[in-house]
């Protein structure tokens, strides 16, 4: 079990007052980071999916042809990205070497301390409400495989109301009962593979959302990197000037 | 991997309002009778709810950098038949007493039942006599591999025992970066502690 | 084999009454091994079934809690391939430090051995008769006739959904099993698996005996922790995935006696493989904190090799650590034991002390801690230990 995770929704769960999104009023962006120059190097880790299935009684089970499907829509929004924004996107092939995995594992649990601490309601005073956290010296494994710059992490987990599921809401919406639908929670780090430093990260927790198929993939994808890579067409000539608080 | 939010919402069924966090330190800092001098500042947990996860029954807990990651866990001022610990949600280990007569390999022992309830694995790799809090004590240092995600970390503790009862504080941090850069704040920390006697 | 027969009670009339034992063991001997499987397409339900285990292997290759030891894969991989024949290419293993009894074939020739279940066989043979009645379950495609045998989606989803509830959360890896819990062979897969495993164990040599000797032991061990076991499931969490039965032992013992006498047992072979892992393996059964199912576990390795100084020094360990009772004086008693014994660890000594002081016995106790810190000068614990003694004087 991703004891990470379970711990965030756990807290998500008791938090949570009304059905409405978490508000994102956190920064994005560690200290001292502006932006991705162009020409960056960044390696796309193989993002960390999972999709289920909430049958009629409530029960999520995990879904692997959904799963597959996402991760194959996922990788090809990462492609498609590269040729639009000019980055040179780095495939990383899928490593189950002793360095890799344990980048990877304590990368899950860096994610869930900022999406507890930093984007959660549990925030860390000593933070100052800053995104000041590292992956330390252990990313050299990727820069020396790689060459690259940066480092994209993306995990997903992701759940969809069955056929009877939706009967069951819909019933249920008669009595006033709401019977929550599936949950769509994504959280995307930047690290710098120089310092280890997490420099860019933002958490995406919604009602809405699919994986399955390619063209709403992508949307997920573009909401997620939001704020990080600009969206259609060729940087605007006068960028505005950034205030104190896009820090 | 799955979602379990009706079995989280129960197991967090004592959390009232969202989790708060606040700073100890830097200065001094009591903790249960104890007394701690801080170099720098920590975070407080102040819910009790996240204490069945981290450090099960656990006076207090800190972090510096976020429950997922680094943990100071008291178990401080456990006296004599009381129990160390807490079992965790629909668990049905016995969690171990304090007795006086306990040697420090046996408090120790008590410890790991405490802790690896989850089925996370833990090494002792050293254990000796130490001051703390200005008496005869233990330190112990230890390695933990963490069931639910398989990550590794280091751990150091430091007990002794007082007017007839126990404190132990214990300290864990991923094994990568985390607890080579944190131990030496810690143990300044466990160094200023003070108690009557 | 006199003795095997004198325990087991083979010919005995009562195996004689159950009549679908006899049918059992009088079962076809044309069964062929079927040829080896093809992966099914993407699309089909049994598609779908391989999908969801080739994500659980690619969980399980990533998971720090899996033994990488090339020697014990090698072994235990030997085995398999010997029982599997043809089948041997499309089968890959996994061992997993875990200490419950639990090994298990998924649909997509992922095969996963628990330490828990190793260290509970005493012979290679008991090993194989495992490793064989899951091949059985692999290559008649139990898993996807299972699924398919399930009623309502829903109804699997909820029945699921119940099961993982109650597994307390030990980890994705145990989620698996008790995924094969929820797809749980019903009784006439187990006996056709049961049957094949008999079968394939004689084929390649094995003493078929063994196979229902792994269920008789198992059994004590289970009544034996009885009444230390508070859990909300009827029998111990240890078998939650194998659940040991009465007439399954019964039905094995008609089936192999019916194969006749013979085969080999391999205790030592099966010994030495396991000898590097082995004192972790006990290290882990201790920490389940379920001593009477320890101790028995103990005792039944003792039988297999008395002169044993570790497993004796376990079973001290096993009476210390729960410490109610008059455990701390069989502690004593059972250290007392290893001392004569070949390959006692220096730590019996300190077991010995720590026991002793408890009893208040604290003159012996510092006799004990001075041999533990002769036999290992260099200690990390040296300093504390030597502390004890200080302090009885």
Redesign the interface.
Known sequence: ???????L???L???AVSGTAIAQSKVNRAPGFAKLAPGAKVAIMPADI?L??I????????R??W??AAQEHVRATYRARKEKLGLQVIDLEDD?SEPV??????Q???G???S??HFG??????KEEKLN??????VAVVRDKTGADYALFTYI?D?YA?A?RKAAMVIGALFGIGT?GGVQYGFISLVDLRT?QIVWANQVIRPTGDLRTSGPAQETIDVMLTGLVEQAGPPSAAPRPRSIRDW | MKFRILFAALALAVLAGCTTVVKVGPGQVTVKDMTLTLEGPWNKFESSALVLFQAPGATEIWTREGFTLDVLAFYFGIGDGETIGQALPRRTTKMPVFRLKMAPHEIVEAFETVVTQDGSILKVVKIEPARFAGGDGFRFEYELKRKGDSLLFNGIGFATVANKKLYLMAYSAPRTHYFPTLVPGLEAAARSATLKR | MLRRCFVLGCGSAAFGALPWARALAQAPADWKMPPRLQRPAADTDEGGLWAMMDREEQRTRRSGFLIRDKALQDYVNGIACKLAGDHCADIRVYIVQTPYFNAFMAPNGMMQVWSGLLVRMTSEAQLAAILGHEIGHYVQRHSIERLRDVKSKSAFGQFLGILLARAGGVGAIAQLALLAGALAYNRDQEREADRIGVELMAKAGYAPLEASRVWTKLLEELKAGAKEREEYWDQSVLFKTHPPGEEREKTLAQIAAAKGPGGRTGEQEYREALAQHRNEFLVDELKRRTFGETRVLLERMLAAFPDDGELQYFLGEAYRLRAQDKDLEHAVAAYRKSEAMKGTPAEMYRSMGLAQRQLGDDAQAGTAFARYLELKPTAPDGALIRSYIKRND
């Open positions: 079990m991703d004891r990470v995770f379970r711990f929704l756990a807290a769960a008791a938090c999972e289920f299935e049958s009629g009684g409530g029960v999520s089970e995990p692997a042809d799963t597959a189950a995995l344990e980048l990877n594992r304590l899950r649990a860096v869930g301390a900022i507890f601490h309601m549990a925030a860390l005073p000593t956290w590292t992956l330390g010296p252990g987990r759940s069955s009877d929550p280890g």
